[in-house]
């Protein structure tokens, strides 16, 4: 059974900095793109970042310069190092692979106070 497990969330001051996790049990880990996407209470969920099965990020606008997203293969985890966060910031984050876009894990809540 497939299973993708977020981590790292928190309450963290305007500026700081966070490490999101999401380990994935999936043995095809490796060939697969794998993302970040974020839902802000009120909003539609929201890509963040990708990156690609050979390592090529991709980022939203908003995001660009502050978060990096990154994975280890070799512990099927997909990281996203987010710094100077912004209330607006403020969501539930969540990894989602196209290997199997109907599954979501329980996601990961990231508030940033202002």
């Known amino acids: 059974q497939v299973q993708l497990v977020e981590s790292g969330g928190g309450l963290v001051q305007a500026g700081g900095s966070l490490r999101l996790s999401c380990v994935a049990s999936m043995s095809t880990f490796s060939f697969n793109a794998i993302g970040w996407y974020r839902q802000a209470p009120g909003k539609q969920r929201e890509f963040v970042a990708t990156?690609?099965?050979?390592?090529?990020?991709n980022y939203a606008d908003s995001v660009k310069g502050r978060f990096t997203i990154s994975r280890d293969n070799a512990k099927k985890t997909v990281y996203l190092q987010m710094n100077s966060l912004k209330p607006e910031d403020t969501a539930v984050y969540y990894c989602?692979?196209?290997?199997?876009?109907?599954?979501w894990g329980q996601g990961t809540q990231v508030t940033v106070s202002s």
């Open positions: 990156i690609s099965s050979d390592g090529r990020p």
């Open positions: 989602n692979t196209p290997a199997y876009p109907w599954l």
